[in-house]
C-alpha cells in the first residue's frame, strides 16, 4: 500500500485540488478526552529556539510498532507528541499568511510525512473559517497537537445503530471544546472517535493516527451528518444525544497538497 492510498481518503478523495502544490513559492498542554465530553490537560513546558534532538524521531521511536495504542501507553506518547515543534516540522505561520490567491485561501493543506503499516504522520494547515468535516476514525488511536491558530473541535461517541436503518445511529455528543497553540489532543476507538475541525483562523495541526486509515483492513473514513436530537420512546428530546448518518464526502470540503520540508522520519 503507498504512502498516500489511505490516508488520503480522507484529505484528498474526492475534492482534491493539487493546483496548489506549488504555493510555497508565492500551554504547552496535553489534552484527552474524559468521561462525560471533558478535556483532561496536563501542563508542560513548551521548547523554544532551536531543536538540539529530533523529538519527531523520538516520538516514531515511542510508537514502535505498535498498531494498537492500550490505555497504559497514552501517557507516554502523549509527551512525545507534545515536544514535537513547528520549527522541527517546517510548518510556519508566516508561509500561509501571505497568500494572495483568494481561491487558495479556502482550500485546506495536507503535508504527508509518513505513512507506516501501523502509524501515519501528517500537516493539515486550514485557513480562517475552513472545516474538516464530521468524520471517523475506525479503531484507531489519534492523536491531535495544534502547532498555532486555534481550532474548535466538536466530538461524538457512537452509541448504537437505529434498529431498521443501516445508515443512521444514535450518537453521545462529548461537547464542542477550542484547542489552542501548542495543545494536544487524542481520541480512541470508543471516545470522542467522531469529530469536526473548524478553524477560527490560520490553524496548523499535527496529527499521529495508530494505525492509520485503511479501506481494504475495515479502516474506511466514513463521513456523518447531524439529523437532529435523539428521542426518547415518549417523544421528548435527549439533549446530549442526536441521530446522525453516514453520507458522502461534502462538497465544500476542499483540499491541496503541500510540500513537506520538516525532518524526516522515512
Not at 474526492?14 to 490537560?41: A, M, Q, W, Y
Not at 516540522?89 to 494572495?100: C, D, K, P
Request: charged share 25%; with cysteine.
Amino acid at each position: 500500500m503507498s504512502g498516500w492510498s489511505a490516508s488520503l481518503q480522507l484529505l484528498l478523495l474526492p475534492h482534491e485540488d493539487i493546483s496548489g502544490d506549488n504555493f510555497d513559492d508565492d500551554r504547552r498542554s496535553v489534552c484527552g478526552s474524559t468521561g462525560g465530553g471533558g478535556l483532561k490537560c496536563v501542563s508542560g513546558e513548551g521548547s523554544v529556539g532551536s531543536v538540539q534532538a529530533s523529538m519527531l524521531k523520538r516520538l516514531v521511536e515511542v510508537v514502535g510498532s505498535k498498531s494498537r495504542i492500550a490505555t497504559n501507553e497514552v501517557s507516554q506518547i502523549l509527551s512525545a507528541v507534545d515536544e514535537v515543534t513547528r520549527e522541527e516540522l517546517g510548518v510556519q505561520e508566516s508561509q500561509y499568511h501571505g497568500r494572495l490567491d483568494l481561491e487558495m485561501r479556502k482550500l485546506i493543506t495536507f503535508l504527508n510525512i509518513t505513512e507506516q503499516e501501523n502509524y501515519s504522520l501528517g500537516i493539515f494547515v486550514m485557513p480562517p473559517n475552513t472545516t474538516i468535516p464530521l468524520h471517523d476514525h475506525p479503531g484507531m488511536t489519534v492523536f491531535t497537537k495544534v502547532l498555532w491558530g486555534e481550532l474548535e473541535v466538536e466530538a461524538y461517541d457512537i452509541v448504537a445503530k437505529r434498529q431498521g436503518d443501516n445508515d443512521e445511529y444514535v450518537a453521545l455528543k462529548r461537547g464542542t471544546s477550542v484547542t489552542r497553540d501548542n495543545e494536544v489532543r487524542y481520541l480512541t476507538k470508543d471516545n470522542g472517535n467522531i469529530h469536526q475541525f473548524h478553524a477560527k483562523r490560520w490553524t496548523a495541526v499535527f496529527d499521529l493516527a495508530v494505525p492509520p486509515y485503511d479501506p481494504w483492513n475495515g479502516r474506511p473514513c466514513n463521513y456523518f451528518r447531524v439529523l437532529g436530537d435523539a428521542t426518547t420512546e415518549n417523544g421528548t428530546g435527549e439533549t446530549d444525544s442526536v441521530i446522525m448518518e453516514t453520507r458522502d464526502c461534502p462538497d465544500e470540503y476542499r483540499t491541496t497538497r503541500g510540500i513537506y520540508t520538516g525532518t524526516s522520519v522515512d
